[in-house]
């Protein structure tokens, strides 16, 4: 989860691992990838996200999409800069075209339900 800002006490400095994360969009063009290949994938990125925070680097897989007939994967990443992002994908060994700052709208509740990667709705409508 992505830690909202709060204000530090006192000088109204922030110490680094209270400042809120930057959202960085990984665009992937990856050649043959289907949904069974991108599940083996994903557990090497959370694996290295895990590795790099406990070693002090903040960072996070938020979410991944998957687009199967243009072969992208977009992959949206918590991180305290760029450079962290790009560390995550290489000790991953993943495929990274472009990295780009990002600002996330998430919402917590929709409307439709929405097919995710287990073929269960993500989503449902608060009236049903």
Same mark, same amino acid.
Request: aromatic residues 4%; hydrophobic residues 45%; without cysteine.
């Given at each position: 989860?992505?830690?909202?800002?709060?204000?530090?006490?006192?000088?109204?400095?922030?110490?680094?691992?209270?400042?809120?994360?930057?959202?960085? =969009?990984? @665009? *992937?063009?990856?050649?043959?990838? $289907?949904?069974?290949?991108?599940?083996? %994938? !994903?557990?090497?990125?959370?694996?290295?996200?895990?590795?790099?925070?406990?070693?002090?680097?903040?960072?996070?897989?938020?979410?991944?999409?998957?687009?199967?007939?243009?072969?992208?994967?977009?992959?949206?990443?918590?991180?305290?800069?760029?450079?962290?992002?790009?560390? =995550?994908? @290489? *000790?991953?060994?993943?495929?990274? $075209?472009?990295?780009?700052?990002?600002? %996330? !709208?998430?919402?917590?509740?929709?409307?439709?339900?929405?097919?995710?990667?287990?073929?269960?709705?993500?989503?449902?409508?608060?009236?049903?």
């Amino acid at each position: 989860m992505i830690t909202p800002y709060v204000a530090a006490p006192g000088d109204g400095s922030v110490p680094a691992m209270d400042r809120p994360l930057e959202t960085f =969009l990984v @665009e *992937r063009y990856w050649p043959g990838i $289907d949904l069974a290949r991108l599940r083996d %994938a !994903l557990p090497r990125l959370e694996a290295a996200a895990r590795a790099m925070t406990a070693a002090g680097s903040r960072v996070e897989h938020v979410g991944s999409i998957l687009m199967p007939v243009d072969e992208v994967v977009f992959s949206l990443i918590a991180a305290d800069n760029e450079s962290v992002v790009r560390q =995550l994908n @290489e *000790r991953a060994d993943l495929p990274t $075209d472009r990295i780009t700052e990002a600002i %996330a !709208l998430l919402t917590t509740r929709g409307r439709h339900r929405i097919r995710v990667a287990d073929g269960e709705p993500a989503t449902q409508s608060a009236e049903e």
